[in-house]
């Protein structure tokens, strides 16, 4: 079975910074892209941040101050943020598409709480 695990989310006062972290597992044979969505009260789910084969992609929102990185092994994807506001303020989720042993894989984590005081 594979999953994504988040980790990192937390309490944070505006303008402060904090890094999540995302790590896959189980039987993966290749990934396509893995991102960073979240969803934020009221709202609907949105893409933060994605890193695909070849490129980097970041909402608009967030450029300049969030970045996506990929550990070498390609099974752990980073997303530092830093100069946080209270908008950012919502439930980050993990996201991995790929293929595996069962064929097609688009799995979710079940998300990790930041919330940025003003």
């Known amino acids: 079975q594979v999953q994504v695990v988040e980790s990192g989310g937390g309490l944070v006062q505006a303008g402060g910074s904090l890094r999540l972290s995302c790590a896959a597992s189980g039987s993966i044979f290749g990934i396509n892209a893995m991102g960073w969505y979240r969803q934020g009260p009221g709202k609907q789910r949105e893409l933060v941040a994605i890193i695909t084969r070849g490129s980097t992609n970041c909402a608009d929102s967030v450029k300049g101050r969030f970045t996506i990185s990929r550990d070498n092994a390609k099974t752990t994807v980073n997303l530092q943020m830093n100069s946080l506001k209270p908008e950012d303020t919502a439930v980050y989720y993990c996201?991995?598409?790929?293929?595996?042993?069962?064929?097609?894989?688009?799995?979710w984590g079940q998300g990790t709480l930041v919330t940025v005081s003003s």
């Open positions: 996201n991995l598409r790929g293929w595996g042993t069962l064929g097609n894989l688009d799995v």
